[in-house]
């Protein structure tokens, strides 16, 4: 891993669609940002692949240490369905300093968060919601049998695509909160059905969510979820088990 220099910061980035970076990416689309860096979505000049480029920025990756840890935890779970497809890491020069880019697989779809802002009365319909849950879970299960965590499942860093009656998802950005502890992976539980519960509507439309969705959510009581659901396992069998009550 190259090490960056650290005399000063660059970023943002703020790459136009049509730009030549490492002088074999060209910059397609900007997919979105966040503290570590930005992700765009860039096409191979010698192959006309198409591919994510992960773009750190020096101050938030001194000496390497934040895109290694990315980079080793895509790896060591590349085999999990809803993580994306590590291809390599390089060093780039931006403004005129080298700057670390994690290349992955480019994966398609939609930022849920933004869908739940598009969608009428800003909250997806129950089923849809409860399908997305349950891929969001599957996911953590294979995360979790491998002693590993996210650390930071919310709607930004999660990717839908709608493939027939079907979501496929990925999961973004793992955050490193230091060695894999079951105590972080309840974290994980607690995070996605607090997404629930915002797919649903959140604190408007709680009061009129179905009893079998408060059953999970629990009105977002740690304590209570955690007793229910200790593990990922025990909440994907909940969630494929759970008798309905009458429909409404």
């Known amino acids: 891993m ?17 730009r030549i970076i490492g002088a074999k990416y060209q910059i397609d689309s900007r997919l979105g940002s966040g503290w570590e860096g930005e992700v765009y979505r860039v096409i191979e000049k010698r192959s006309g692949a198409v591919r994510a480029i992960k773009l750190f920025y020096p101050k938030r990756n001194k000496g390497g240490k934040t895109s290694t840890f990315y980079a ?24 005129g300093q080298r700057v670390v880019a994690l290349v992955s697989e480019c994966a398609e779809g939609a930022v849920l968060d933004e869908i739940i802002k598009r969608a009428r009365g800003r909250h ?12 969001i879970v599957e996911g953590l299960v294979q995360i979790h049998a491998r002693g590993d965590y996210h650390g930071d499942v919310h709607g930004r860093n999660v990717l839908v695509k709608r493939v027939g009656v079907f979501f ?10 230091g060695a894999p502890t079951a105590a972080r992976r309840r974290d994980d539980i607690i995070d996605c059905i607090r997404l629930f519960y915002d797919m649903l509507g959140g604190q408007p439309r709680y009061a009129h969510a179905r009893p079998e969705f408060k059953h999970i959510i629990a009105g977002l009581r740690h304590d209570i979820i955690l007793r229910r659901f200790p593990t990922a396992p ?11 009550g009458d429909q409404r």
């Open 72 to 95: 080793r935890k895509l790896e060591r779970l590349r085999d999990c369905g809803l993580v994306v497809k590590y291809h390599h890491t390089e060093s780039l020069t931006l403004a």
């Open 2 to 18: 190259p090490t960056i220099p650290e005399s000063r910061s660059v970023g943002p980035y703020n790459l136009k669609p049509g």
């Open 234 to 244: 025990k909440l994907l069998h909940h969630i494929e088990t759970f008798a309905w």
């Open 124 to 135: 997806l319909p129950d089923q849809e919601a409860l399908m997305i849950l349950h891929r």
């Open 168 to 177: 496929d998802l990925r999961l973004f950005d793992f955050y490193n909160f």
